[in-house]
């Protein structure tokens, strides 16, 4: 039992684990570790991905070497462990001897407590949680400085760039925006310069990663141009536990997702692969609607999906949660879209929510959307 929130246990403890071995040195394994992260299954089920017992000390050396870790720091880890982004922190916790601090549950408050109670260096977070942390009352962020704080390191799905900014603005230039993949580890990370020029950035690839950008006949797109992203680095997995793998082209693994690299080589991820749109024929990425619908003051979150449509194949519905004490209705925000770009990326659809449901990791359940409990009406 590493923790119950009933007392006494039977069996082992963490604790008594360590009281019955102070001082002790466990034996040198006959054969190195493996381990099986679980995929985030925003879309799907997730899938079990193998990794070995992996000696790529230039990988970690490369990420060393974007983010300023220090060995025997003090870092709070608040991202869920059980997932690669916080596991990865754990890892490298361990192998930097740093001091890792975590709590039961994330709350934005007590995240900020446990830096300045600790005078930790280091924050590790899912983008959720550091939009969690600004969404906070001015008065309370006021109250809690965090002075030790050298850098904030986030990972997992896309951030709010209006959260990211504030982030910055206010606790200092300490953010550090990283891409990755279960399947290949870590890809690419933005630094915070890279953040004040281009806060939607994943940055560029590490030293050691070869990340190109591909049309649907595996051909390299020119600088800027929309592609699908592979990738290779000595960080891959072993396949999944069902014994799939993903595929390849040219020694480079197909990620799934969908961006472009900009003329300064700063990748930006565009979505997934499946979840481009095709309305009536026309091609629709809908981080592009969302973007758009994004920087509305009203709009708090919007996440747009296809839904199928018997005339146009699909259309593209949005689901939106209103900024507090805000109202907008669904044809303000059609016009804004229809204002902004072409009719076919007008959403035909416009659901207001309280929240948009999201996995343990905080990334958005699109799978879940249609289901979802719409927001309550106030009379």
Known sequence: HAWTETSPVSGDTTYSLIDANLGRRPARPERAG??????????????????????????????LDRIPWRAGESTVIAAPIFHA????????????????????????????????????????????MLER???????????????SLRFATASG???????????LDRFGDVVYNSYNATEAGLISTATPEDLRVAPDTAGRPLTGTSVRILDDD?????????????????????GYTT?????????????????????NGRLFVVGRDDEMIVSGGENVYPLEVEQVIGVLDEVHEVVVIGVDDEKFGQRLAAYVVRA????????????????????????????????????????????????ATPERKVS
């Open 157 to 167: 799905s896309r951030m709010r760039t209006d959260a990211l900014v504030a982030f």
């Open 133 to 147: 942390i600004m969404d906070l009352p001015d008065e309370v962020l006021d109250t809690h400085p965090m002075p």
């Open 218 to 238: 595996d051909r390299e797109l020119p600088t800027g141009e929309i592609g699908r992203i592979v990738v290779a680095n000595n960080s891959g997995f072993d």
């Open 324 to 371: 507090p004490q805000t109202l907008i209705g669904a044809d303000q925000i059609r016009q804004h879209v229809k204002e902004q770009l072409a009719g076919f990326k007008v959403p035909r659809d416009v659901h207001f929510l309280d929240e948009l449901p999201r996995n343990a990791t905080g990334k958005i359940l699109k799978r879940d959307l249609q289901s």
């Open 85 to 128: 982004w916080g596991f990865g922190q754990v890892a490298i916790s361990a192998t930097m001897t740093c001091t890792m601090i975590m709590r039961r549950r994330f709350d934005p408050e007590a995240a900020l407590d446990l830096v300045r109670e600790h005078e930790a260096t280091g924050l590790a977070v899912v983008p959720v």
């Open 34 to 63: 493996r381990i099986v992260l679980l995929t985030s299954g925003t879309t799907g089920t997730p899938k079990g991905a193998r990794r070995g017992g992996s000696t790529d000390i230039a990988s970690l050396a490369a990420m």
């Open 243 to 263: 014994a799939d793998t993903k595929a390849f082209s040219d020694g480079h693994m197909v990620s799934g997702d969908v961006g472009r690299i900009d003329e």
